[in-house]
């Protein structure tokens, strides 16, 4: 157990941060996750670097989890004669199919579904919606637009619909053929980008069959018209506010972060906030104190993972970042107030069945019996520690379970420290023997201190959750 903070770290693995000695200093900073970004490198690339992590976790008896982001149907302009041009307001600018550079009076999309969905009056946001173009009218292989705010505009740069539903599939053939690479290789996590509903969710779940668990990227407003259907059908969410910032209103996006946060507590997903969270420290060594206090937040929300995005994968100060997550997470933690704010933002209604009911009872428990130092969750799926870290007690969850990959996919999960055990339990006594000894071992209790243990009986039962057992260490 060698953190000690609730919060995990995901940082995303890239050029600034793939060799071996990086990747070690990144783990003994705290990192608890890695994001691997399908939308760069390639298979040999990704390959080599989930090797690294492997086996550095296992030298450093650390289970981390690792996941997939595949790139989605990402929307882009083709290229220009001159590699860039500049749009200036109130010009026409026409998109089309034609297979040529682009000019400053029109460049190709090569998306025909963007053109069979648009209607005049639509906006398109290009370059991250610093290009703002209003549909004058269209057919079914080009668009004449009005160019709203003009700029630079260079080849390859992302398109934008907001408030608009396209009849593509989260997963193209690219992401497809990087999903079954990404399997194969054994990741723990497979991040969906581009959602926009929850049918996006079922198709990747058929794909998947349980080899990894699901995390859907919210960055698109159709998703969040379907939230709590999205969030209940994926195993953990993210919230992209990079796309989300601009397919919806900037101002919206903080109180969008804490609703899908809370929707997430609602439903035991753990949730991730990414996006810009250190952003200056691609450059500089130290952050912004606004970049900090946007970290806080998510602490203080009850995100479970803050991730950093280009900060660890192309940044200057790759070890220096996760560090000052780190310490931001540790000071947030240490707030007397902290677990009050936990209690506060616990969901109305979070008893919605056996499972429920037995991992909020522990939690209550811990409140009143004394000395009670930790839960033992034992756990074959995963899906106990996530109800029980559901809850945010104020003692450490330890998890307890057979399955490696169970204890690296708990990586993102909040406070969820991580043991495994294969016994086989023949007896109630020894299911009790093993989580005393967990207890004491991990250093979370002493003699004379309490327990609680929760799992499924009949002992070994995959999928339930039906005991609550209190033990006291003699």
């Given at each position: 157990?060698?953190?000690?903070?609730?919060?995990?770290?995901?940082?995303?693995?890239?050029?600034?941060?793939?060799?071996?000695?990086?990747?070690?200093?990144?783990?003994?900073?705290?990192?608890?996750?890695?994001?691997?970004?399908?939308?760069?490198?390639?298979?040999?690339?990704?390959?080599?670097r989930y090797e690294i992590v492997r086996r550095l976790s296992e030298e450093k008896g650390l289970?981390?989890?690792?996941?997939?982001?595949?790139?989605?149907?990402?929307?882009?302009?083709?290229?220009?004669?001159?590699?860039?041009?500049?749009?200036?307001?109130?010009?026409?600018?026409?998109?089309?199919?034609?297979?040529?550079?682009?000019?400053?009076?029109?460049?190709?999309?090569?998306?025909?579904?963007?053109?069979?969905?648009?209607?005049?009056?639509?906006?398109?946001?290009?370059?991250?919606?610093?290009?703002?173009?209003?549909?004058?009218?269209?057919?079914?292989?080009?668009?004449?637009?009005?160019?709203?705010?003009?700029?630079?505009?260079?080849?390859?740069?992302?398109?934008?619909?907001?408030?608009?539903?396209?009849?593509?599939?989260?997963?193209?053939?690219?992401?497809?053929?990087?999903?079954?690479?990404?399997?194969?290789?054994?990741?723990?996590?497979?991040?969906?980008?581009?959602?926009?509903?929850?049918?996006?969710?079922?198709?990747?779940?058929?794909?998947?069959?349980?080899?990894?668990?699901?995390?859907?990227?919210?960055?698109?407003?159709?998703?969040?018209?379907?939230?709590?259907?999205?969030?209940?059908?994926?195993?953990?969410?993210?919230?992209?506010?990079?796309?989300?910032?601009?397919?919806?209103?900037?101002?919206?996006?903080?109180?969008?972060?804490?609703?899908?946060?809370?929707?997430?507590?609602?439903?035991?997903?753990?949730?991730?906030?990414?996006?810009?969270?250190?952003?200056?420290?691609?450059?500089?060594?130290?952050?912004?104190?606004?970049?900090?206090?946007?970290?806080?937040?998510?602490?203080?929300?009850?995100?479970?993972?803050?991730?950093?995005?280009?900060?660890?994968?192309?940044?200057?100060?790759?070890?220096?970042?996760?560090?000052?997550?780190?310490?931001?997470?540790?000071?947030?933690?240490?707030?007397?107030?902290?677990?009050?704010?936990?209690?506060?933002?616990?969901p109305v209604s979070c008893c919605m069945g056996e499972a429920d009911s037995i991992t909020y009872?522990?939690?209550?428990?811990?409140?009143?019996?004394?000395?009670?130092?930790?839960?033992?969750?034992?756990?074959?799926?995963?899906?106990?520690?996530?109800?029980?870290?559901?809850?945010?007690?104020?003692?450490?969850?330890?998890?307890?379970?057979?399955?490696?990959?169970?204890?690296?996919?708990?990586?993102?999960?909040?406070?969820?420290?991580?043991?495994?055990?294969?016994?086989?339990?023949?007896?109630?006594?020894?299911?009790?023997?093993?989580?005393?000894?967990v207890a004491l071992a991990s250093g979370a209790a002493k003699k004379g201190d309490h327990i609680?243990?929760?799992?499924?009986?009949?002992?070994?039962?995959?999928?339930?959750?039906?005991?609550?057992?209190?033990?006291?260490?003699?």
């Amino acid at each position: 157990m060698p953190k000690n903070t609730n919060t995990r770290i995901l940082a995303t693995i890239g050029p600034s941060s793939a060799d071996e000695d990086t990747i070690s200093r990144l783990l003994d900073a705290g990192a608890d996750a890695f994001r691997f970004n399908f939308s760069h490198g390639t298979h040999e690339e990704h390959r080599q670097r989930y090797e690294i992590v492997r086996r550095l976790s296992e030298e450093k008896g650390l289970f981390t989890a690792i996941i997939a982001d595949l790139q989605g149907p990402k929307l882009r302009v083709g290229v220009f004669a001159n590699g860039s041009v500049v749009l200036k307001e109130g010009q026409q600018f026409v998109l089309d199919m034609k297979d040529e550079p682009g000019t400053a009076e029109r460049v190709t999309l090569p998306h025909r579904e963007i053109f069979a969905t648009v209607k005049p009056g639509d906006e398109l946001l290009l370059n991250d919606g610093n290009i703002v173009l209003e549909v004058e009218s269209c057919d079914a292989c080009h668009a004449v637009t009005k160019v709203k705010v003009g700029g630079e505009l260079s080849g390859h740069k992302g398109v934008n619909l907001p408030n608009i539903k396209l009849p593509i599939s989260a997963i193209t053939e690219k992401d497809k053929d990087d999903l079954r690479f990404a399997l194969d290789m054994g990741v723990d996590w497979v991040c969906l980008s581009f959602v926009q509903s929850a049918e996006d969710v079922r198709a990747a779940r058929e794909l998947i069959n349980g080899r990894a668990l699901i995390i859907s990227k919210l960055e698109k407003p159709s998703a969040i018209a379907e939230l709590e259907e999205i969030i209940r059908l994926s195993d953990g969410i993210m919230v992209a506010r990079g796309d989300l910032g601009v397919e919806c209103p900037l101002q919206t996006v903080p109180v969008l972060q804490k609703k899908i946060i809370h929707a997430c507590r609602k439903y035991a997903r753990p949730v991730i906030v990414a996006t810009q969270m250190l952003e200056s420290m691609i450059e500089k060594p130290t952050p912004t104190r606004a970049e900090v206090s946007d970290v806080a937040t998510a602490v203080y929300d009850g995100a479970d993972a803050v991730m950093l995005s280009a900060e660890t994968a192309a940044g200057k100060y790759p070890v220096e970042a996760v560090k000052m997550m780190n310490k931001t997470i540790t000071q947030v933690e240490a707030d007397p107030l902290f677990f009050q704010y936990m209690k506060n933002l616990q969901p109305v209604s979070c008893c919605m069945g056996e499972a429920d009911s037995i991992t909020y009872a522990a939690s209550e428990i811990s409140k009143v019996l004394p000395n009670v130092k930790a839960v033992i969750t034992y756990t074959s799926s995963g899906r106990t520690t996530f109800l029980v870290s559901r809850e945010r007690p104020d003692i450490p969850i330890i998890a307890v379970t057979p399955d490696v990959k169970v204890a690296h996919q708990l990586g993102i999960v909040w406070g969820a420290r991580r043991f495994i055990n294969e016994s086989t339990f023949q007896s109630f006594d020894r299911f009790e023997d093993v989580a005393k000894s967990v207890a004491l071992a991990s250093g979370a209790a002493k003699k004379g201190d309490h327990i609680i243990i929760t799992g499924g009986f009949p002992l070994g039962v995959k999928g339930r959750t039906n005991m609550l057992h209190t033990v006291y260490i003699s």
